[in-house]
């Protein structure tokens, strides 16, 4: 093999072993997200038309998350609680 080639080899093989580093913390990220919104109770997938548009619950998730953080203000805005 020829040193060029040699070298675009080690450069692909680097690059690939920073893509996995990469993809392995973004899993992790994924993972802690969602045990997070599991932690407080949020519905696995309230939103199913948001996790078919995105291919991931977390927007759905985060939604619900927000209309119920704004249907509590509403209710201590009104005196409800």
Wanted: with cysteine; glycine share 4%.
């Amino acid at each position: 093999m020829s040193d060029k080639k040699d070298a675009k080899i080690a450069k692909l093989e680097a690059e690939t072993k920073e893509l996995k580093k990469q993809l392995k913390a973004a899993k992790a990220f994924k993972t802690f997200v969602h045990k997070s919104l599991d932690d407080y109770g949020v519905p696995a997938d309230p939103e199913p038309e948001e996790t078919a548009k995105h291919g991931c619950r977390i927007s759905g998730r985060l939604n619900w998350l927000y209309d119920e953080i704004n249907n509590l203000n509403v209710a201590i805005q009104h005196g409800f609680l």
